[in-house]
C-alpha cells in the first residue's frame, strides 16, 4: 500500500523548509531568509513510532499575488494538498498572525483535508508567549508550539498529524494479487506493454513522451496468477521537467513503487542504457522491492551472434547495484519473450516474500564465519552471536553482535552473498541490520 502523504504548507519565510528537514532528519530542502527560495515541491520520508510517511515540502503561498512566480508556487503547493492525506499549516509567532495566514487556512479548510496548525519560531522553553493564543482565530484547532531550528514541539506535531493518517489498507491487501509497477523513463513502451498483456487498448500509446500522466492499475489474471499491474508516468530527469501536471505524475509514480511488490524497469533497447534508466531502477532499489530488467523493443535491434551478450555486460556493468535482477529481453510490441517475463515477476515475488527458520540461518552462519574469519581491530575480534530474518518484501536480517563499528561494511556483503547462494534469493534486495546485544529500537523523528 502507498504511504501517507504529509503536506508542509504556509506563506513564505515561516520556516517550512526547516520543519521539513527537521522531520526526515536530513538536509534536503534549501533553507534561507529570502522568501520563494522552495519553488517545486521537494519529498523526503519521516518514520514516527514505527510507521513512515511521505512528507512534501511547498513554496510559500501567497493566495493574492500576480507574480508569475508565485501563481506557479501557489498551483504547486495546490497539487501537494490535492494529493494530501493530511495538512501541515506553518506560521511564524515570532512575525504573528497575519492577513495572509487567515486566506491560506480558509484554503486548507475549503480542501476537507485535515489541518494541523503548526505555531514555528516558538524557541524559548516552556509556556509559549501570549501572541501564541492569537491563532486560534484561525479555526484550525489547538496550535502546536514548535521550534524547527531546535526540534522543540516536533514530536507533538508529529504525534497530531499521525492521528489523521491510515495505515489499516497494508493489513487488508490481498496475498494472491501480486502488485507490479511497470517503471522506466518516457517512451520506452511501459504502456504498450501492459496493452500486450492484456489485449486490449488500456492505457493511450503514443510516441510523444508523457502520454501516461496517471497511475493507472490493470488487474490480469493468467496461468502464471493474479497480478495488478500499474502503468506509471515515465521519470525523466529533473531538469527537464517543467509542467506542474507532470511533476504530480511523478510523485504518483514514486507511490506506486512504494505499493508495489515487484517493480518491472523498462529500458529502451533501440537508445541503449542512459544513466536516467540506473536513476528509475534506483529508486525502486531504495524502496527495498523486487526488481526485473525488461530490455524492450528488442526486435528493433539489428543483432547478430554477439548482441545479446555484449547488452547483457552493459547492463551487468550499469546496474551492478541491483545485480540481483533478472534480465529479459522482451517486444512489448510483439508479444515475445512476455511469458519469460511473467515467470521472472513470479520469482521475484517468492523470493522477496521467502521466510527462513532461525536455526537455519545459524547453521549457515556458523559455516561462513568458519570459512572467512570475522574482521578485528587492534586485539578485538568480531562476534556474531546468532542472526534471526526480521522480515520479508525485502527479506530482511538481524545480526546481533558485541560490536557493531567492527563489523565492516564488506563483511555484511560477504554474508550477504553467502545467504544468497544458500537460498537463491535472486530478483529480490537483502537488508542486513546489525545490532549489539540487548540494544532496542526506539523511535524518534
Known amino acids: 500500500m502507498a504511504k501517507p502523504v504529509i503536506a508542509i504548507v504556509g506563506r513564505p519565510n515561516v520556516g517550512k523548509s526547516t520543519l521539513f528537514n527537521k522531520l526526515i532528519g536530513q538536509r534536503l530542502s534549501i533553507t534561507d531568509d529570502t522568501p520563494g527560495v522552495t519553488r517545486d515541491r521537494i519529498y523526503g520520508e519521516v518514520e514516527w513510532c514505527g510507521k513512515s510517511a511521505i512528507v512534501v515540502d511547498t513554496g510559500g503561498i501567497e493566495p493574492k499575488s500576480d507574480d508569475v512566480i508565485l501563481i506557479q508556487m501557489r498551483r504547486q503547493a495546490q497539487i501537494a494538498i490535492d494529493t494530501a492525506s493530511a495538512i501541515i499549516l506553518v506560521t511564524d509567532l515570532k512575525s504573528g498572525m497575519v492577513a ?38 484561525l479555526g484550525l484547532g489547538d496550535p502546536v508550539a514548535v521550534s524547527a531550528v531546535h526540534g522543540h514541539g516536533t514530536g507533538d506535531l508529529l504525534d497530531r498529524v499521525f492521528e489523521y493518517l491510515s495505515f489499516e489498507d497494508e493489513a ?133 551472434d554477439k548482441t545479446m551478450q555484449e547488452f547483457k555486460k552493459k547492463l551487468d556493468a550499469d546496474f551492478a547495484f541491483m545485480s540481483y535482477a533478472p534480465q529479459v529481453f522482451i517486444s512489448a510490441k510483439t508479444g515475445q519473450r512476455i511469458d519469460k ?26 559455516q561462513a564465519t568458519t570459512r572467512v574469519q570475522p574482521p578485528s581491530d587492534k586485539g578485538k ?7 534471526t530474518q526480521a522480515g520479508v518484501k525485502p527479506p530482511s536480517f538481524v545480526f546481533f553482535c558485541n560490536d557493531k563499528e567492527l563489523f565492516h561494511f564488506s563483511y555484511q556483503r560477504y554474508l550477504e552473498n553467502r545467504i544468497r547462494e544458500a537460498f537463491g534469493l535472486e530478483g529480490t534486495p537483502v537488508k542486513i541490520i546489525i545490532r549489539e546485544r540487548g540494544e532496542k529500537k526506539c523511535c524518534k523523528p
Open 381 to 387: 575480534r568480531l562476534k556474531i552471536f546468532y542472526m
Open 172 to 304: 487488508e491487501a490481498d496475498d494472491s494479487v501480486i502488485n507490479v509497477a511497470v517503471i522506466g523513463k518516457p517512451n520506452a513502451g511501459k504502456s504498450s506493454l501492459i496493452n500486450k498483456i492484456t489485449d486490449i487498448d488500456r492505457c493511450i500509446v503514443s510516441d510523444i513522451a508523457g502520454t501516461t500522466r496517471d497511475a493507472i492499475d490493470t488487474l490480469v489474471e493468467n496461468k502464471f496468477g493474479r497480478f495488478n499491474f500499474t502503468d506509471t508516468a515515465g521519470l525523466r530527469r529533473q531538469s527537464r521537467i517543467y509542467d506542474d501536471i507532470e511533476k504530480y505524475s511523478i510523485l504518483r509514480a514514486k507511490m506506486a513503487i512504494e505499493r508495489s511488490d515487484v517493480c518491472v524497469i523498462m529500458i529502451d533497447a533501440t537508445e541503449g542504457i542512459t544513466e536516467q534508466d540506473t536513476k528509475v531502477a534506483g529508486l525502486a532499489h531504495d524502496a527495498g522491492r523486487a526488481c526485473v530488467l525488461a530490455v524492450n523493443k528488442w526486435d528493433d535491434v539489428e543483432k547478430n
Open 100 to 137: 495572509t495566514d487567515n486566506e491560506v487556512a480558509q484554503m486548507l479548510l475549503k480542501s476537507g483535508k485535515p489541518v494541523v496548525l503548526c505555531v514555528n519560531k516558538a524557541d524559548s522553553v516552556g509556556e509559549p508567549p501570549m501572541e501564541f493564543y492569537e491563532f486560534y482565530n
Open 341 to 366: 517475463l511473467f515467470e521472472a515477476i513470479v520469482m521475484c515475488y517468492e523470493n522477496t516474500c521467502r521466510r527462513i527458520t532461525t536455526g537455519t540461518l545459524n547453521e549457515l552462519l556458523a
